[in-house]
């Protein structure tokens, strides 16, 4: 089935991101001076505030930080609820949101904080990629 939902605009600062997703690798914005991954891009660093990044390709590995179990939404994602959403704390570091894989959102006292993640790619156009996160073994 075609992808429904609405697929983020590509900017060009966030050019390394798609082509990696395209490829099935989650690439991840790194400062040079203070070490840091952040999410999501920025053209500055968060926490040291240097302009001096690089892409590094990610693990694609986290754990999940904390999730809420949507029961409203329109367009394409209305079909989906209850779909559960959640935060991952990347084992680079720093935190994306997502919409979680394989879980059941009738079922949240199934899903555990610290799960293991991993991501996955589903895509949203001939350009586009999208990064969900699955679970993969229990907290
Ligand atoms: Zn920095």
Not at 14 to 37: I, S
Not at 95 to 110: F, I
């Amino acid at each position: 089935m075609a992808y429904n939902k609405p697929v983020p605009p590509q900017g060009q600062h966030t050019k390394p991101f798609w082509d990696g997703a395209k490829d099935g690798k989650l690439m991840l914005p790194k400062c040079n001076d203070c070490g840091a991954v952040h999410w999501y891009p920025r053209l500055i660093c968060p926490y040291c505030h240097s302009t001096n990044l690089r892409w590094i390709e990610g693990s694609g590995l986290g754990r999940i930080h904390t999730f809420a179990v949507q029961h409203r939404a329109f367009g394409g994602w209305a079909e989906d609820v209850p779909y559960v959403t959640a935060y991952i704390d990347l084992d680079e570091g720093d935190r994306m949101m997502t919409v979680l894989r394989g879980v059941d959102g009738n079922k949240p006292e199934d899903i555990k904080i610290g799960a293991r993640v991993k991501v996955e790619f589903e895509q949203g156009n001939d350009d586009t990629y999208i990064p969900f996160w699955r679970v993969t073994e229990e907290a």
